[in-house]
Each structure stands twice: as C-alpha cells, then as structure tokens.
C-alpha cells in the first residue's frame, strides 16, 4: 500500500510547489504604457464603426495606395469589384487611374485560408493595353492590405496563371505586395 500511496504523495508535493503565489488581498492592475497592441495586419474600426478599404490605383509609372472609408471591409470579391470600378472622381483629379479594364479581365475572387484566388478571363487582342505589370499589381496591392489576405494567386480556366511581377519575371505562385515593391509610390 506504501508503495501506491508514494507517487500519489509526490505528484502532491510537485503540484503544490508550482503556481502563482496568492496575495493576501486584491491589487490593481495596470494595463501596459500606450494601450493595448493590435495584432500586425487587423483592420481596426473607428468609433463610428467604419473601417478602411484599401485600393490600389495607377500613378503616372507605378502604383498609389489610397484608403475609402466603408461601414465594414467587404468579402474578397466585393473589395475587388470596387478596385475595378476605378478611382472615384477626387482621385482621378489627383491623378490616379487603373490599368484593369482592358487588360486583366477579372472573373471573380475567392479566400482560401489567408490565399485570395483570382478568377482571370482572357482579355480581348483589341485592348492595345500593354500594362500588365501595373494591372496584376493593383489586384495584388489591393487585396494583400487586407488583414485576411497574405497573398494573390491567379487562374484561367481553373489552372494557375503566370502573371508578370515588377521585376520582369513571371510567377505563378501567389504574389505578395513585395512583388510590385519597386512600383509603389510612397
């Protein structure tokens, strides 16, 4: 019987030595200098509960990054469907304007995990648009802002597309915004 009794009396004696000490009366405690983080990548609604939508448009050679404000981030899809619709009219007075019509016909969007597949037709030879680069980085730019969204891959017909990234080559891997770096205007 002593010899049942012993590893129960020392699991005991190991689990009474661990823990937090017990203070002999209630202390305050005080949240951390600045308040508390948000976690790297969360959208963060404001008091009024409207967030930032970001979009991508095109300035001069590269890409310009610019934020709507919208009563909740959109699904996926949707945020692209605005990207597409191009820059509103104040932006377009500040210059910008996209390259997606014509270029990158976009069939539709789905997440995946933190992966956003984009559904690409091909695009009309009568385009003349020769933007590639500008149009694949908008959708990229756009999308990987998201706090739901780390990367963009790209398919036609269901098999994944090579897409050309601002270094010239093409990947069909998904891109990330540092794909397109050398093209974001600060």
Do not use: I, K, W
Request: charged letters at 25%; proline letters at 10%; glycine letters at 12%.
């Amino acid at each position: 019987m002593s010899r049942r009794l012993l590893p129960v009396l020392l699991a005991a004696a190991l689990l009474g030595g661990c823990g937090v000490p017990v203070d002999d009366e209630p202390r305050p405690v005080r949240p951390p200098a600045g308040g508390f983080p948000t976690p790297a990548g969360t959208a963060t609604a404001e008091p009024d509960g409207r967030v930032d939508e970001p979009l991508c448009f095109v300035q001069g050679d590269g890409l310009a990054a610019v934020t709507r404000r919208a009563d909740g981030l959109p699904g996926v899809d949707t945020h692209l469907q605005h990207l597409l619709a191009g820059p509103d009219s104040g932006e377009r007075e500040r210059g910008l304007a996209t390259a997606l019509p014509g270029t990158v016909v976009v069939a539709g969007a789905t997440l995946d995990g933190s992966v956003a597949t984009v559904d690409v037709r091909q695009a009309g030879e009568e385009t003349g648009r020769n933007d590639e680069v500008l149009a694949f980085g908008q959708v990229v730019c756009t999308l990987t802002q998201r706090p739901d969204v780390d990367s963009v891959a790209f398919r036609r017909d269901g098999q994944p597309l090579e897409v050309p990234r601002a270094d010239g080559n093409v990947s069909s891997l998904p891109l990330t915004a540092a794909d397109y770096r050398p093209l974001l205007r600060r």
